[in-house]
């Protein structure tokens, strides 16, 4: 008698249990799903990173390319110019005699300055193409 009595309680604890059950279950899904979306939402992020940078790599590859083709001609370009060259030793006798006849001290400075620089040039030429040629058999 004593449980017939305690049934209709036992009803009503039932159905609150069952809607906070729903409750919590409904939280969780919800939960899970903004979860999801900032997941993917960070994916999108990032897969637009990786292809910024993979379309970057690509335009600097392109442009190796190009520096590299522009270099193949411009050293065609000096080689052919070298093999016109003609020297013209009566204009080298003129000018070394002009400049012998002159006793001008910077002119010295000035030269020596010059070939300084020429050679510094020459050296980070050599740099360069040794770097080039590294770089060509990476790729």
């Known amino acids: ?24 279950q409904r939280q969780d899904i919800g939960a ?5 979306k900032a997941a993917e939402e960070l994916f999108d992020r990032r897969k637009a990173v990786r292809d910024d ?3 970057r790599i690509s335009d600097m590859e392109k442009n190796i390319h190009d520096y590299q083709n522009q270099l193949t001609r411009h050293l065609q370009e000096l080689t052919q110019k070298e093999g ?13 005699r002009y400049l012998g006849a002159r006793e001008n001290p910077n002119y010295e400075r000035l ?4 070939l300084g620089k020429a050679n ?8 360069a193409m040794g770097k080039l040629g590294r770089f060509g058999t990476l790729t």
Do not use: C, Y
């Open 1 to 24: 008698m004593r449980d017939i009595q305690e049934l209709p309680g036992k009803e009503r604890k039932k159905e609150r249990l069952r809607a906070e059950l729903e409750k919590l």
């Open 32 to 36: 899970w799903e903004e979860e999801q």
């Open 53 to 55: 940078l993979l379309k």
């Open 84 to 96: 016109e060259f003609t020297r013209d030793t009566v204009l080298e006798e003129e000018v070394s």
């Open 111 to 114: 030269q020596a300055s010059f």
């Open 120 to 127: 510094t040039a020459s050296q980070e030429v050599e740099e």
